[in-house]
């Protein structure tokens, strides 16, 4: 079956835009995470869906970032008055929830935000 | 709450040496226990999975045993090559924190021929 889908692959934007993130998880997973990457480092956490819940949001770095999830499924990233520092690849990955915890992320290829 | 800790990188080494990179964990439940992989170029995917103590995930080579008596999860190959030049992360989930899974920081191999 299909994979988790991001898009756009590629952003490019001016300091002060807003931009807006799409993943598409794959069917049926509960699970929803967003992470941020920057050239050469690792995982930063930033969201948490998990079905019906509350999202996790600790992650967040200010208030210019906020997700969404409609209907349990797609999932909407918005980097409000974008700045350089933002510049990144954000990855989305979806899983399914077991009774010991999230089994395994299935990750999209990440869309490339670079601010100017 | 919920961490982990591994060896930070790089790790270099020559092909067909022996591979460990640490990882252990602080969890307050019984959580289960991941290795990703991330290829240059290329998106993470799953290495190797353990769900319980004295679990051991194998794949590609590579193995990890989950020791809960030392709440580690190290990731082991016994003969590298260049081809698994990668990041690595050690990873964990359990139902405290809302089954949020953890990411260690990651370590970057780089394997010479």
């Known amino acids: 079956g299909a994979g988790v889908s991001q898009s756009p692959s590629n952003k490019v934007t001016e300091k002060g835009k807003d931009v807006e993130l799409r993943c598409d998880p794959i069917s049926g997973h509960t699970a929803l995470y967003w992470y941020r990457q920057s050239l050469g480092q690792g995982l930063e956490f930033l969201i948490y869906?998990?079905?019906?819940?509350?999202?996790?949001k600790s992650g967040l770095p200010s208030d210019r970032f906020s997700a969404e999830r409609t209907g349990g499924s797609v999932s909407t990233l918005t980097i409000q008055r974008t700045q350089q520092e933002d510049s990144a690849v954000y990855l989305c990955?979806?899983?399914?929830?077991?009774?010991?915890?999230?089994?395994?992320?299935?990750f999209g290829p990440g869309t490339r935000l670079t601010v100017l | 709450g919920n961490s982990v800790t591994q060896m930070e990188g790089p790790v270099t080494l020559s092909e067909e040496a022996f591979l460990t990179i640490n990882c252990t964990y602080t969890a307050t439940g019984y959580p289960s226990l991941f290795w990703y992989v991330q290829y240059p170029g290329e998106g993470l995917q799953l290495l190797l999975k353990?769900?319980?103590?004295?679990d051991k995930g194998s794949n590609k080579g590579f193995e990890a045993t989950y020791r809960k008596e030392t709440t580690s999860f190290h990731l082991e190959k016994g003969s590298v090559q260049v081809s698994d030049s990668a990041v690595y992360f050690c990873a964990l989930s359990d139902r405290t924190g809302g089954f949020k899974t953890i990411f260690g920081a990651g370590t970057r191999l780089f394997v010479k021929a």
């Open positions: 990955a979806s899983s399914l929830v077991l009774a010991g915890g999230t089994d395994t992320q299935y």
């Open positions: 353990a769900t319980k103590a004295d």
């Open positions: 869906f998990q079905g019906n819940s509350a999202p996790d």
